[in-house]
């Protein structure tokens, strides 16, 4: 199993980028979705989780900017992410809790940088 993300780049302050996550391999099902970051010096923090039910969560500090959403039939996730501030300059990485022959295994993609410019 395999997560690819993609969609980063460089954007100024207030503008906007969308970011992709597709898994492929053997896949059963796919249970929870997320996007994570790691900026330089920190920690990597929780960003935006989606469930199977499509129910999300998101952090304090992106709420009403960025929206998660995933297309099931293809694997995938996405990141909308609205109103960039400098402060969301980090690497991003998305996670997927995938069930391969009923049992749940956690995966991360390999990061996609995205860098705000003030």
């Known amino acids: 199993v395999q997560l690819q993300a993609s969609g980063g780049g460089l954007v100024q302050s207030g503008g906007s980028l969308r970011l992709s996550c597709v898994a492929s391999?053997?896949?059963?099902?796919?249970?929870?979705l997320g996007w994570y970051r790691q900026a330089p010096g920190k920690q990597r923090e929780l960003v935006a989780t989606?469930?199977?039910?499509?129910?999300?969560n998101y952090a304090d500090s992106v709420k009403g900017r960025f929206t998660i959403s995933r297309e099931n039939a293809k694997n995938m996730v996405y990141l909308q992410m609205n109103s960039l501030k400098p402060e969301d300059t980090a690497v991003y990485y998305c996670n997927a809790h995938i069930v391969i022959e009923g049992y749940e295994y956690s995966y991360w993609g390999q990061g996609t940088q995205v860098t705000v410019s003030s």
């Open positions: 989606i469930r199977n039910g499509g129910s999300t």
């Open positions: 391999g053997s896949i059963d099902s796919i249970n929870a």
